[in-house]
């Protein structure tokens, strides 16, 4: 079965009803795959959201709880070789994981984060 992997902005744009969401709907092709980190960094985003946006609370509040809903498969990455991935490709751990599932799964990498994104389309292309 072939699968997508999502990061957080990518998910975070379809979850709000973010100008985003379409193009990423658009990308996806296959089951949805993302590191276990993604739940912590929606999390995040939602607390960011509430704080910037008060007024919106409850409806950022009733979006993020569709969250458990969205049929994604948790996977983790492979811990020891995570720090040197990030290094060679100059990211954060955290986006070395969305990179990691990809490239281990021969996988598509959605994402709305540029330099991720340039890192993975240089993997890709890497001989």
Request: hydrophobic share 50%; net charge negative.
């Amino acid at each position: 079965m072939s699968v997508t992997v999502v990061d957080a902005s990518a998910v975070a744009a379809v979850l709000f009803d973010e100008p985003e969401a379409a193009p990423v709907i658009a990308s996806v092709s296959g089951a949805l795959l993302a590191p276990g980190l993604l739940r912590y960094e929606l999390a995040s985003i939602c607390a960011s959201k509430l704080r910037n946006e008060p007024k919106r609370a409850a409806l950022t509040l009733q979006r993020y709880r569709l969250l458990p809903g969205l049929d994604i498969e948790y996977a983790e990455p492979d811990w020891d070789a995570l720090p040197l991935l990030a290094r060679q490709w100059d990211l954060s751990a955290y986006d070395a994981a969305y990179l990691q599932l990809a490239l281990k799964r021969t996988a598509p990498l959605i994402t709305l984060d540029a330099r991720l994104a340039g890192a993975y389309d240089k993997a890709v292309a890497k001989p």
